[in-house]
């Protein structure tokens, strides 16, 4: 019996190689994800995580309280673990523009939040509206997975593909601090409001600002 490769030469038919899966014997773009069991995907082994990035802002002199807890994936069930902290957690959303995908944003707003996506959508111009984006390209272009997402994480995007959308009441609620995953959804981290806004600029993500309470 032929293998794929060997059939390939025989009748003289290029496949390019990044289609071909010698491991399974199965054609497939494997630039797309991973589909019925296949390889999970996994962040960029370039991209900082918990350690670096807490070791970046500390660097640059912000002051950062982080406290543990369980893995949790949503702000529902991360609560129970924050609720007693000086400040409001975070929630995240990562979004695409339906009609335009590679506009990118992720957008932070508090756990409290009632949000109207289609209104936030017109508000900062998403041609088509907002779809929530996948977990393959939270990996590609911020490098963390589901229930990571984070302002934080845009320490991972040097090209700057990422647009930052941010709750007003961030910067105007005179907040103690405001606390968002430090890249894993295992820690919390909180910081003072200014200094979040100073470390999103110094990335290269100045954020729009959205009062949601007038939307």
Avoid at 145 to 162: F, S
């Amino acid at each position: 019996m032929y293998t794929l490769r060997q059939l390939v030469h025989k009748v003289r038919v290029k496949i390019p190689s990044h289609y071909i899966r010698m491991s399974s014997g199965e054609i497939q773009n494997e630039s797309s994800p991973a589909q019925d069991g296949g390889d999970a995907t996994v962040p960029d082994k370039k991209a900082a995580g918990k350690e670096e990035i807490l070791a970046e802002l500390q660097k640059r002199g912000y002051d950062v309280v982080t406290v543990d807890h369980p893995e949790v994936f949503t702000v529902e069930a991360m609560m129970p673990h924050v609720e007693h902290l000086p400040g409001p957690a975070l929630k995240n959303f990562f979004l695409y523009a339906k009609k335009k995908k590679e506009m990118i944003w992720l957008m932070a707003t508090r756990f409290d939040r009632e949000v109207n996506l289609s209104k936030v959508a017109k508000v900062v111009g998403a041609p088509g509206g907002f779809r929530f984006a996948g977990e393959d390209l939270m990996i590609e272009k911020i490098g963390v997975g589901q229930g990571c997402v984070t302002p934080l994480a845009l320490y991972n995007d040097k090209q700057g593909a990422v647009k930052l959308i941010l709750d007003k009441d961030i910067i105007d609620g005179r907040h103690e601090r405001v606390f968002c995953h430090p890249l894993v959804n295992t820690a919390t981290t909180g910081l003072k409001p200014e200094d979040l806004v100073k470390f999103m600029e110094e990335t290269g993500h100045a954020p729009t600002w959205i009062d949601f309470t007038s939307l």
